[in-house]
């Protein structure tokens, strides 16, 4: 288990580092290193599961992201238009590691009161990558 947890690190890094240098890491490269991580298989239904659920300060994902990630959302305090959440209709989304984790970061504070787990983001990540 510390070797996968290790080599997602490493995974991550590489895509940090290349990011910031210049190159975008795609969507599937992300999933892998969040699955890589997580040390285990995404599994999409479980991500939108996650997605649609609501969690500790009543609200879910979709609560700002609506309940189709193809198309904008609204943030549900500051009605602030946001772009759709799933890679095929938002070719930018998930190709930057730092804005990647900065989002995560503070929409999971927001929604579920923690971080999200690298098996959370991959769940997630892997459904939004089914919607076509």
Known sequence: MRVVNLMGRALALGTFVLSSQGFAATPADMLAGYTAQAGSAAQPARGQQFFTSKHGKDWSCSSCHS??????????????????????????????????????????????????????KADVLAWLMTLK
Do not use: Y
Not at 78 to 102: G, H, Y
Not at 107 to 119: F, I, K, L, M, Q
């Open 67 to 120: 309940a189709s990630p193809t198309v904008q959302g609204k943030h549900a305090s500051t009605a602030k238009v946001i772009s759709p959440l799933a890679p095929a209709f938002n070719p930018d989304r998930f190709t930057d590691p730092a804005k990647t984790e900065k989002w995560f970061r503070r929409n999971c504070n927001d929604v579920v009161g923690r971080e999200c787990s690298a098996s959370e």
